[in-house]
């Protein structure tokens, strides 16, 4: 790969990640508008691990309440944040529908018959209008304290729909959060913790089968990608998180249809 290729690829996949206009949609259009050849599943891992360490690092506190809070409840202290641990259960059930359903269409290659101009063209299209329609119909009530956990399950079946590219694993989580009364920052704040083990657990299943193959080795390339991949996720997410203060994702769905519509043009006028 040139570093043209990694830079690109790198910096569409920390923007993309995050925001709700989906990375997976970005990284299968990149290679077929360049004609470049495919980056392959390491560099895919690699961008991962950099957004997953920006995610990380941005919702640090977050994540420390949280494993305090299940340190303290698999060891039966009374003193356990009832708010934290609420909020670390609410993360596992999100995750559970993806790791089973998402993992079963994974392992069976369903979702690659989905990796195609047309799908990405319609569903950014699709679930960019619903994301309009929930982000600005929908009653603001509450706040990510008041997640129940059947809501958290409810976004984690939502997020099943984003191994469809193109669906934007954060867009429809954060709609479907809308969808239940939150606001736009907590909205998008639990769709990215739930983004955490989600992409943990998919970048261990590519790593096992990378693996099993022999071609687990990171190079040079592997490690700028990441890099990149991090910077650029670190500052998508501080900056969208400012922009959902005090404004809407309306931004984020004008980009969905206008990119939806010019690539139904160009399969529909070849």
């Known amino acids: 790969m040139t570093i043209l290729q990694i830079i690109v690829l790198a910096v569409v996949q920390g923007i993309t990640e995050f925001l709700p206009i989906s990375s997976s949609a970005h990284l299968i259009l990149v290679p077929t508008l360049t004609g470049w050849p495919d980056q392959g599943i390491l560099m895919d891992v690699g961008l991962h691990l950099g957004t997953l360490g920006a995610v990380m690092l941005y919702f640090r506190t977050d994540i420390a309440r949280m494993v305090v809070a299940f340190w303290h409840m698999i060891t039966f202290n009374k003193g356990i944040n009832q708010q934290d641990k609420r909020l670390m259960i609410a993360v596992i059930l999100a995750t559970i529908p993806i790791v089973i ?23 950014s299209i699709i679930f960019g209008i619903l994301l309009y329609v929930f982000d600005h119909k929908c009653n603001v009530t509450r706040k990510i304290a008041e997640l129940r956990y059947g809501q958290a399950i409810i976004i984690g079946f939502a997020q099943v729909l984003a191994v469809i590219p193109g669906t934007s694993r954060s867009g429809i989580t954060m709609t479907a959060a809308r969808g239940l009364g939150f606001n736009r920052r907590d909205s998008a704040r639990f769709s990215m913790l739930i983004s955490i083990p989600t992409i943990m657990i998919a970048g261990a299943m590519d790593g096992l089968d990378l693996m099993k193959n022999g071609n687990a080795a990171l190079d040079k390339e592997i490690l700028i990608g990441a890099s990149l991949s991090f910077i650029t996720a670190l500052v998508a997410i501080a900056a969208l998180m400012k922009w959902l203060e005090k404004s809407s994702m309306t931004p984020f769905v004008i980009y969905r249809i206008i990119l939806g519509v010019g690539l139904l043009g160009l399969v529909y006028l070849r």
């Open 101 to 123: 359903i998402g993992g079963t269409i994974s392992i069976e290659g369903w979702n690659n018959a989905w990796r195609s101009l047309k799908v990405i063209g319609w569903t």
